[in-house]
């Protein structure tokens, strides 16, 4: 405390005033000087004189307040968060009350403000929703981590791998996810599978039934099989385009697929056509005639989207190898041809390329 060696502490109390200033009695040279007092010093000394204190701010001679401390959370939180390529996102009681720069750019929102307040869950695919739900506690107390997919807000589809950390808040759920794409090591990933179901794309397709096919040439007579190739189109996709729902109904029926048909087969997403299907160790037509027929029964069951229920309009288009069809190119050409018979005839219907 800035006072004259001379003077005492007890003489000052008495003239302390209840603003917390005191008129320190002049020094040697005789000039006054008035400063403020930081009444944490006085603990203890107070109680010894008949005097109200109100606490002060400390000041130094030159009148200039003390440097206090004051760093925003968010300030700090961005510091730390918002470099990372990996997702930060903190959730109160299921909302977003904070997210890094790079789970906005992969869910295409330009500001954090836009999603503010907005809960975490919409983010989510619905058919994720669950395996996140049924996991939380986990993640929150353990150290494991749940796969699920975001929804970004241009109709992409990222899945992302997510790890928690439980935030004690007394009157709120709070915890902070970290993310990272599943296929972040993967650079050639977005190339090869199909953004919106996550199944191999045209591209890929192509690329496997060519090995099919040379694979099949190399091999002698008895040894060699047949190749079944289906393509499917959905003829009123346009009807879920228009409510927004075609990519819901796109990932419910890529699901059935996979799920309904032999593990070996390789299901893809198309460009113009919405389902490539790959069917190897065909034995003969009647066999692969049959597993159409499972095809056509998958689409001609109604798809719920968690709401309401959507019937299905599909055309196929079947080719086999290698009678007609003798390469890649000619499997998918006329697949391509006999899809656009079974279109153009009212479409429902599957139309073989060799019959």
């Known amino acids: 405390m800035p006072i004259n060696d001379d003077t005492e502490l007890s003489d000052n109390l008495e003239n302390i005033e209840g603003s917390g200033v005191s008129d320190i009695p002049?020094?040697?040279?005789?000039?006054?000087?008035?400063?403020?007092?930081?009444?944490?010093?006085?603990?203890?000394?107070?109680?010894?004189?008949?005097?109200?204190?109100?606490?002060?701010?400390?000041?130094?001679?030159?009148?200039?307040?003390?440097?206090?401390?004051?760093?925003?959370?968010?300030?700090?939180?961005?510091?730390?968060?918002?470099?990372?390529?990996?997702?930060?996102?903190?959730?109160?009681?299921?909302?977003?009350?904070?997210?890094?720069?790079?789970?906005?750019?992969?869910?295409?929102?330009?500001?954090?403000?836009?999603?503010?307040?907005?809960?975490?869950?919409?983010?989510?695919?619905?058919?994720?929703w669950n395996v996140l739900a049924k996991n939380i506690g986990e993640m929150l107390t353990g150290d494991i981590s749940v796969s699920v997919r975001i929804n970004a807000v241009n109709n992409r589809i990222i899945p992302v791998q997510f790890k928690g950390l439980y935030l004690p808040d007394n009157r709120h759920f709070t915890f902070v996810l970290m993310g990272k794409r599943s296929y972040e090591k993967d650079e050639a990933h977005g190339m090869l599978y199909d953004s919106v179901i996550g199944l191999p794309n045209y591209y890929l397709f192509e690329d496997r039934l060519q090995v099919a096919v040379n694979n099949e040439n190399y091999c002698n007579s008895e040894t060699k099989k047949n190749l079944g190739v289906a393509v499917v189109s959905i003829d009123n996709l346009q009807d879920f385009v228009q409510n927004g729902r075609q990519n819901i109904i796109l990932r419910k029926m890529a699901e059935k697929l996979v799920f309904g048909l032999s593990k070996c087969y390789t299901i893809a997403a198309g460009i113009k056509y919405q389902y490539w299907i790959l069917m190897p160790d065909v034995k003969d037509e009647a066999f692969l005639k049959n597993e159409v027929r499972k095809i056509s029964q998958i689409f001609e069951q109604a798809v719920n989207d968690g709401a309401d229920n959507f019937e299905m309009v599909a055309s196929i288009g079947v080719s086999i190898f290698p009678n007609p069809s003798n390469s890649a190119h000619k499997l998918t050409d006329n697949a391509i041809k006999a899809v656009g018979k079974a279109k153009d005839s009212g479409g429902n219907k599957v139309v073989f390329a060799f019959s």
């Open 26 to 128: 002049a020094n040697e040279s005789g000039i006054k000087r008035r400063v403020n007092i930081d009444f944490d010093d006085l603990e203890g000394l107070a109680s010894s004189k008949d005097v109200e204190i109100e606490q002060v701010k400390i000041k130094d001679d030159a009148g200039k307040t003390a440097y206090k401390l004051d760093v925003k959370l968010n300030d700090l939180i961005n510091k730390i968060f918002n470099p990372s390529h990996n997702f930060f996102i903190i959730v109160r009681d299921d909302k977003i009350i904070y997210a890094n720069q790079a789970f906005l750019d992969a869910v295409d929102v330009k500001n954090e403000k836009l999603i503010h307040n907005n809960k975490f869950f919409n983010f989510i695919v619905k058919e994720d």
